[in-house]
Structures are given as structure tokens and as C-alpha cells.
Antibody, heavy 122, light 109 residues
Framework: EVQLVESGGGLVQPGRSLRLSCTASGFTFGDYAMSWVRQAPGKGLEWVGFIRSKAYGGTTEYAASVKGRFTISRDDSKSIAYLQMNSLKTEDTAVYYC?????????????WGQGTLVTVSS | EIVMTQSPATLSVSPGERATLSCRASQSVSSNLAWYQQKPGQAPRLLIYGASTRATGIPARFSGSGSGTEFTLTISSLQSEDFAVYYCQQYNNWPPSYTFGQGTKLEIK
């Protein structure tokens, strides 16, 4: 069974940093692209970014709203994906979901974690 | 950026009836369209990808259709567990761009 478990969320002041982790199990982690999607309270879904598998260079792509501030990385030996968030803004407050991204056959998110809440407030 | 527009914002349907949800793209996305279901307090769940292919374990009462800029999600006979918010999402592979519609809330009439 595919499982994605996020951790690292919490309350952080504007301008500070936070790192989220996503621990995966139930599939060969290194074979897949991994992505983060967020949802502000009471709002819709917003794609944040993704990291390709090593077979496709392990490169990353980001939404314009977070480019230059957020960085996604991965540790295939531990089956963990990370989201490093710097220079946080109040508008980054959201539940952050880790997802598996089917990028080679399209670009849809076939498995989701339960999410971790990030609150940016002074 | 491709903008996805869903209609209606809220749809009231009785159990056992058919529900039809719409999603429009601001430019053609071919068949690169997915649908998700989200229940309160839960993560979204993939229902449909490639505009019409059901994801693993999704009941046959869910069907997707369309291509280009107009898409439809149909639930043929609503069950109590189907009342939720539904999102469409387009995927444009270069440059990578994944945008969601604003959602349709399907509520019990």
C-alpha cells in the first residue's frame, strides 16, 4: 500500500524558514517524481513544485509564486522528499500535501499524504 | 498560465440521481486533465486522469469526458459518500504547469 506521511509543519514567523519532510513507503520511491501541493484555509488547491526521479535528472520545477524561495530535494536512500521554505510570507499559510506525480505518463497526482499545516504569522 | 474554470460552484443533487460537473480550460490542454474528490478534513483523491481513465479502485459510476477546453465529470447514481468537493486539474508538460479549478461542491438536495 502506497503511503506518504508529511511532517515538519507548524507556526513560523514571516521571513523565517521551515523544512517539511515526506516519508514514502509501499513503492519504489526512486522511480517516481514527487510533488508538493498546498491548500490555504478554506481555499482550493495550488501546485507548489516537483522533483523528477534521478533517471530524469532529479531536476526541479516550481510555481511562480514560490520560485526562488522554496526548494525541493530528495533522499532516495531514505525514501524522503523535502520542501525547504525560506522567506516565508503570510500567504504561504496552508496545508501542504506531499504527492506522487505521474509525470512520465501525464502530470497528475495519483497518491497524496494527509498533509501538514504551515501557519505563517507573527 | 492556463486558467481552469469549474461550474457550477455548488451543485445540489438528490441521492440516486445523476450529477454533471463541468470544467473549462482557457486554452487547449488536449486530454491532459484529471479530476479529484476531496471530503472535509481529508486529502484529495484521484478519480480520473487522461480526461476519461478511471484511477485504480474508482467505481464505474464515475466517468470523465471531453478534450481540448471542455471537460465533464459525471456521477451516474449518487451515493451518500459522493458528496464532496471536486477539482479538475490540467497538466501541461512543457513548461511544467499544473493548475486546478476552483472546485465544485456537490451537496445533498
Amino acid at each position: 500500500e502506497v503511503q506518504l506521511v508529511e511532517s515538519g509543519g507548524g507556526l513560523v514567523q514571516p521571513g523565517r524558514s521551515l523544512r517539511l519532510s515526506c516519508t514514502a513507503s509501499g513503492f519504489t520511491f526512486g522511480d517516481y517524481a514527487m510533488s508538493w501541493v498546498r491548500q490555504a484555509p478554506g481555499k482550493g488547491l495550488e501546485w507548489v513544485g516537483f522533483i523528477r526521479s534521478k533517471a530524469y535528472g532529479g531536476t526541479t520545477e516550481y510555481a511562480a509564486s514560490v520560485k526562488g524561495r522554496f526548494t525541493i530535494s530528495r533522499d532516495d536512500s531514505k525514501s524522503i522528499a523535502y520542501l525547504q521554505m525560506n522567506s516565508l510570507k503570510t500567504e504561504d499559510t496552508a496545508v501542504y500535501y506531499c504527492t506522487r506525480l505521474q509525470v512520465t505518463t501525464g502530470g497528475y497526482f495519483d497518491y497524496w499524504g494527509q498533509g501538514t499545516l504551515v501557519t505563517v504569522s507573527s | 498560465e492556463i486558467v481552469m474554470t469549474q461550474s457550477p460552484a455548488t451543485l445540489s443533487v438528490s441521492p440516486g440521481e445523476r450529477a454533471t460537473l463541468s470544467c473549462r480550460a482557457s486554452q487547449s490542454v488536449s486530454s491532459n486533465l484529471a479530476w479529484y474528490q476531496q471530503k472535509p478534513g481529508q486529502a484529495p483523491r484521484l478519480l480520473i486522469y487522461g480526461a476519461s481513465t478511471r484511477a485504480t479502485g474508482i467505481p464505474a459510476r464515475f466517468s470523465g469526458s471531453g478534450s481540448g477546453t471542455e471537460f465533464t465529470l459525471t456521477i451516474s447514481s449518487l451515493q451518500s459518500e459522493d458528496f464532496a468537493v471536486y477539482y479538475c486539474q490540467q497538466y501541461n508538460n512543457w513548461p511544467p504547469s499544473y493548475t486546478f479549478g476552483q472546485g465544485t461542491k456537490l451537496e445533498i438536495k
